[in-house]
């Protein structure tokens, strides 16, 4: 059983950073792909970025590509999202999730691990 802890949200304005992270316990986290999805109010939970096992394969929603960066030490069994020139409308719920195997899923379906969420808000 895999336990996910998020930690770095909060509220910026528009144009700014934040760093969220995403400790993971109780299995081997080197063999779990790992995601961020993001659910904003009154709509579905939506894939954001997803990386593989080494962190050399990563993929992200058209939204977020070229801001949004995901990486993972496995040594510290801990996934980071850095997000980059922040707009309201990526104001939602950021959840972390793992699942087992090779596939980079971007499916929330397909994970079987989901972290508790925390809240980034971003003002105009």
């Known amino acids: 059983q895999v336990q996910l802890v998020e930690s770095g949200g909060g509220l910026v304005q528009a144009g700014g950073s934040l760093t969220l992270s995403c400790a993971a316990s109780?299995?081997?986290?080197?063999?779990?792909?790992m995601g961020w999805f993001r659910q904003a109010p009154g709509k579905e939970r939506d894939f954001v970025a997803i990386?593989?096992?080494?962190?050399?394969?990563?993929h992200y929603a058209d939204a977020v590509k070229g801001r949004f960066t995901i990486t993972r030490d496995n040594a510290k069994n801990t996934v980071y999202l850095q997000m980059n020139s922040l707009k309201p409308e990526d104001t939602a719920v950021y959840y972390c999730a793992a699942r087992r195997g090779t596939y980079t899923s971007r499916s929330r379906a397909d994970y079987e691990y989901w972290g508790q969420g925390t809240q980034v808000t971003v003002s105009s």
């Open positions: 109780g299995g081997t986290f080197s063999t779990y792909v």
């Open positions: 990386i593989s096992w080494g962190g050399g394969s990563t």
